[in-house]
């Protein structure tokens, strides 16, 4: 059991970023932190993922390296993810700086309020 | 696992819980830039420097000022207390997430094992044996993101320029400037 979770810590560590990413999503009342959690629950994907492409012992891909290699594959997808989430980062904090403008409070739960009051 | 591994695991990890807990939201996004640094020192560990590269640029670097932007343009609640109180429906929400996921544990290949399903793909070997002399680059990476890839990396330019063009629609002059 114990062999079973330590050959998998990887996966352990991502599970709970995911957990901790998801807690801040929805039960963080302020809007900045939960584009952060978004943020933490898009690095867990990224851990399950490059952790899965990885081999003990082997090099990064470089072929200029001795072999074996780790799988170039998931890496590319994570890299194009990241680039991809900041843009997706930009854009949240751009309707966060507007709903502000607005409303004057970054509390969901007050903002939903004043347009309850409308 | 090597005691390194286990150390800068245990930071990631302390650090999305300090993200995660602290109430001030400044205080948050320096713990958050942190949890980046550790993130692109684990992607080294597993034998990903392009991945740990553009994490340690974007992630702690791009991402955090564009946070720091947000609350310089909005506002920085002041509260008295340390930590959040944590909301138990979240809690049990994302506690029933991570029990969920912790099911499939056992069915998942241990981590660095050579006969895991993505190390004996033919689509990894392929791209090990022929980048080289089908694309010229002797990064792997960079021949599939670039050569064997290219239209998904145009599609990706694409939406980083929606992503930036959306900005400036939602953003008029006057924050901007």
């Not at chain 1, 851990?47 to 594959?73: D, K």
């Not at chain 2, 930590?83 to 099911?103: E, K, Q």
């Not at chain 2, 239209?151 to 008029?172: R, S």
């Amino acid at each position: 059991m114990i062999d079973v979770v330590l050959d998998r810590a990887y996966f352990v560590v991502a599970f709970l970023l995911l957990g901790i990413g998801a807690h801040m999503l929805i039960g963080d009342r302020n809007l900045v932190k939960k584009v952060i959690g978004m943020n933490v629950f898009q690095t867990g994907i990224f851990l399950f993922l490059i952790a899965s492409a990885y081999v003990a012992g082997a090099s990064a891909p470089l072929l200029t390296e001795p072999g074996p290699y780790v799988s170039p594959l998931p890496h590319v997808l994570i890299l194009t993810a990241i680039v991809v989430g900041v843009s997706l980062t930009a854009v949240a904090l751009g309707l966060i700086v507007r709903i502000y403008g607005e409303y004057g409070t970054l509390r969901a739960d007050l903002v939903g309020e004043v347009d309850g009051g409308e | 696992m090597t005691p390194v591994e286990a150390v800068v695991l245990a930071f990631v990890v302390g650090a999305a819980l300090a993200t995660a807990l602290l109430r001030d939201v400044l205080a948050s996004i320096i713990a958050f830039a942190a949890y980046s640094l550790g993130v692109a020192v684990v992607w080294l560990l597993l034998r990903a420097p392009d991945v740990g590269l553009t994490e340690a640029a974007v992630g702690a670097g791009v991402t955090t000022v564009l946070f720091l932007l947000t609350i310089a343009k909005t506002v920085r609640p002041a509260s008295e207390d340390l930590f959040v109180d944590v909301d138990p429906t979240a809690l049990g929400v994302s506690a029933l997430l991570v029990a969920a996921l912790g099911t499939t544990l056992s069915a998942l290949p241990p981590v660095g094992s050579s006969s895991a399903p993505v190390a004996t793909s033919r689509v990894t070997a392929y791209y090990l044996e022929n980048a080289y002399h089908e694309a010229g680059v002797k990064n792997a990476v960079t021949a599939v993101l670039a050569a064997y890839r290219g239209f998904d990396t145009l599609g990706e330019a694409v939406v980083v320029f929606a992503g930036f063009v959306g900005l400036l629609v939602v953003l008029d002059r006057g924050v901007l400037a």
